[in-house]
Structure formats: structure tokens, C-alpha cells
Nanobody, 123 residues
Framework: QVQLVESGGGLVQPGGSLRLSCVAS????????IGWFQQAPGKEPAEVSC????????YYAESVKGRFAISRDNAKNTVYLQMNGLKPEDTGVFYC????????????????WGQGTQVTVSS
């Protein structure tokens, strides 16, 4: 069964950190670009970071540069998003989506995506 499962979200105070995980099963992440998307309350999803296995490119939205870091563990078929210096505007549901043979930033179409994990940054 093909799945992407996100985890690692939660409630954190401003300035805190979280590490999100996107675990793929039923397929390998080789030859895909993996994008992390934030859907803030009342807004459309926006890509905040991307990592491409195809051309090894990475992408960070301006709003997260210097605070977020994307990485991968090939053995675990997992991509991580380390989020430091969290701000209230980082609040939202974070999804990972994959696009076959794509570079970063991704533009679709997307082959698989997960259900998302909630991140809330609040004091």
C-alpha cells in the first residue's frame, strides 16, 4: 500500500523547535522531489521547503530560510523538516507531497501526499 505519513507536529512556544517526518511506504523516494507544504488557517497550502532526489536541488521559502532545514534518510525512506526559531505565523497543517522526476521548487503534478500534521506556535 502506497502511503506518505507525516508526524512530529505539536504545540510549541515561539522560538521553539520541532522536527517533522515524512515516511514513505509502498514506494521508494528515489527519483521524486519531496515538498513540505504549510496550510495556514484560512490560506491555501504553500510550499515551504523541497528536496529533490532527481537533481539534488533544495528550496526554502523566504519566510523560513535560515530557520528550517530539510534532510533525508535513505535507509528509512524518510524526509525530515527541522524547524527552529518557530514563529506564530508558522502555525498550520504541514503536508508532504511527492512529484516524480521533479526538481525544486515543485510545481506538480503530485503523485502522493499525506494527511498532514498540525503545528501550532503559541505562547
Amino acid at each position: 500500500q502506497v502511503q506518505l505519513v507525516e508526524s512530529g507536529g505539536g504545540l510549541v512556544q515561539p522560538g521553539g523547535s520541532l522536527r517533522l517526518s515524512c515516511v514513505a511506504s509502498g514506494f521508494t523516494l528515489d527519483d521524486y522531489a519531496i515538498g513540505w507544504f504549510q496550510q495556514a488557517p484560512g490560506k491555501e497550502p504553500a510550499e515551504v521547503s523541497c528536496l529533490s532526489y532527481t537533481d539534488h536541488s533544495t528550496y526554502y521559502a523566504e519566510s523560513v530560510k535560515g530557520r528550517f532545514a530539510i534532510s533525508r534518510d535513505n535507509a528509512k525512506n524518510t524526509v525530515y523538516l527541522q524547524m527552529n526559531g518557530l514563529k506564530p505565523e508558522d502555525t498550520g497543517v504541514f503536508y508532504c507531497k511527492v512529484s516524480y522526476h521533479a526538481g525544486c521548487p515543485t510545481r506538480g503534478p503530485y503523485d502522493y501526499w499525506g494527511q498532514g500534521t498540525q503545528v501550532t506556535v503559541s505562547s
